[in-house]
């Protein structure tokens, strides 16, 4: 219900004005007379009605000042006139103060209700654009930490019109002084792949928001400034450098003691490695776009540095005082490669690639993308070769196949040349065993080992291949097309065998059994012992004992 309150010295207008008009059909409560604008002022202020229907001339305080004052503290409230003077001058008046309508004395019901429906329907008006203010506040109040983050990737990237910057930094409520100095920190996550591969949708996003809440909270300990999300896997923090002193006495040594705090807390917190770019300092916000190329810059640089590293601009410019120029890859060290593994010789082949990996790192300019090319151009060398020598198979085309989209997923030199060494030993081996022929030989003498070495708990299938002089995946290999086993089937099946012979015999204790055989946990031995015969031991042993 709207608000009404009527005003006028004459009673008799007052009572008909209240009494022989149908308010409520409009949705209006009479909350009240007033017989001068003095009274009227002092209501207003009290009840703060929606609507006044007032008298032009009254004795101490008429119509026209009561509405000037009306239109200057309560401008929201609509003002009708009422008079029994048809004169220009005061409608001239009534206009000047906004009044909404004027109608004469006698007044005319039929005119009364076209003037209400009028007003009635502009207050509806208005108070639906109201509704319709406060629903798009609430929504922007609620789009605030969006429209913040938006404003810092726009600075970060595209950079913002300086005219600009200070009206949309007051509006968003960001603490970020156009002509202060700041840094940016770039913190890129290490393993991307491994770490979104393992992770559901939700908790990705889960851990992102959690790496950013800590990223905000330390940020808060150390200096002031702002953490936001750029891209997958990278998260950016815009510093500010403190000029006043008011936080910290050495800014520089907050900073990387902030860095240090970071990479400490996403490891133990959140089980995750990063690498920590940081720009130089920029002397304005307006410079934050090149402050942050300077921070993405040296978190890059992972790829020769490593990974879990806190990198500086300061110590790429060393790097760089050391770097003489391009050194392009010698593709002389293809034709040793190539030489080296026709004589399968797997000394000469890692000797080989540890040239080929110096070479790459020298290169520093080419970047992670130029190694990754080398590599991939090595890959497909190696599987020439074997096409031409005869010696392909499915499992090495299925290596060949995983090398590649592995090789797309490292962020680090050393992690690829490691892919590729394992690919070349298995290719080596492949070549080497096309040329003996001595597979079969090969197999007996793994037997031979797990019949001796059965009983050792720690024994593994490295210490195979060390005794055979192959690598643990090569011998795998190898075996299971041999014979159609696992290495660790054959030797769980040779255990087993082994604990059926000592069962029948009553004089063996069932945990000795276990010990004598190489396992040290009984419960873990029962399990596979009827994993493999269908009975536990025990009952094992009243059947053939």
């Known amino acids: 219900m709207y608000k009404l309150l009527i005003v006028d010295d004459e009673p008799t207008v007052r009572f008909g004005l209240r009494s022989y008009f149908n308010w409520s059909s409009f949705g209006i409560e009479v909350m009240g007379e007033a017989d001068d604008g003095d009274v009227a ?18 004795p101490n305080m008429d119509g026209i000042t009561l509405s000037q004052q009306i239109s200057v503290r309560y401008p929201q409230c609509k003002i009708i006139f009422v008079s029994g003077h048809d004169d220009a001058d005061y409608l001239k008046s009534a206009l000047k103060v906004s009044a909404v309508d004027y109608i004469f004395k006698p007044v005319n019901l039929q005119e009364l209700n076209a003037v ?209 120029g391009i050194n392009r890859y010698d593709l002389v060290h293809n034709e040793q490669l190539i030489s080296v593994l026709k004589a399968a010789d797997l000394v000469k082949l890692r000797a080989v690639l540890d040239h080929i990996f110096v070479d790459l790192n020298r290169n520093r300019r080419g970047g992670l993308k130029y190694g990754r090319n080398v590599w991939l151009q090595i890959v497909l060398a ?80 490295a210490d195979i291949g060390k005794a055979v002089y192959l690598t643990p995946t090569y011998v795998s290999l190898l075996f299971k097309q041999e014979t159609g086993q696992t290495i660790n089937e054959y030797l769980t099946q040779v255990r087993v065998d082994k604990a059926k012979e000592l069962l029948r015999d009553p004089q063996y204790k069932f945990y000795d059994i276990c010990y004598a055989i190489g396992y040290t946990d009984p419960s873990y031995f029962t399990k596979l012992f009827k994993k493999a015969t269908g009975v536990t031991p025990s009952v094992y042993r009243d059947h053939y004992a």
């Open 382 to 461: 190696v599987g020439q070769l074997l096409l031409e020598l005869s010696a392909q198979s499915p499992e090495m085309e299925s290596a060949e196949t995983l090398l590649w989209e592995a090789l797309f997923e490292k962020e680090t030199l050393g992690e690829m040349r490691q892919l590729v060494e394992t690919y070349l030993s298995a290719a080596c081996e492949r070549i080497l065993e096309k040329r003996t022929g001595k597979v079969a030989n090969l197999v007996e003498r793994v037997r031979a080992i797990i019949e001796q070495s059965y009983a050792d708990g720690d024994f593994t299938v």
């Open 41 to 58: 002022l002092e209501m207003i202020e009290k009840e703060q009605p929606d609507l006044i229907l007032t008298d032009v001339r009254m």
């Open 116 to 324: 209400m429906k009028r007003v009635v329907a502009d207050m509806d008006a208005d108070q639906a654009e109201q509704r319709h203010k406060q629903q798009q506040l609430v929504k922007l109040k609620e789009g605030m930490p969006l429209l913040r983050e938006k404003f810092l990737l726009s600075l970060i990237s595209s950079g913002v019109p300086k005219l600009e910057l200070r009206e949309r930094i007051e509006f968003l409520g960001l603490d970020l002084p156009v002509a202060a100095s700041y840094w940016v920190i770039v913190i890129s996550i290490d393993d991307l792949a491994d770490v979104m591969g393992s992770r559901s949708e939700r908790d990705r996003q889960l851990l992102w928001y959690s790496v950013l809440n800590i990223y905000q909270e330390l940020i808060d300990t150390h200096l002031r400034g702002y953490a936001f999300e750029h891209q997958k896997g990278e998260f950016i923090g815009v510093l500010q450098a403190d000029p006043a002193g008011d936080m910290v006495s050495d800014p520089a040594e907050a900073l990387l003691a902030l860095a240090g705090n970071i990479r400490a807390n996403l490891e133990r917190w959140l089980k995750i490695g990063v690498t920590i770019g940081i720009s130089d300092r920029v002397t304005a916000l307006s410079d934050l776009t090149h402050a942050y190329r300077q921070a993405r810059e040296a978190a890059d640089h992972k790829w020769y540095l490593g990974k879990n590293q806190i990198i500086t601009m300061d110590s790429l410019e060393s790097l760089a005082s050391d770097d003489d």
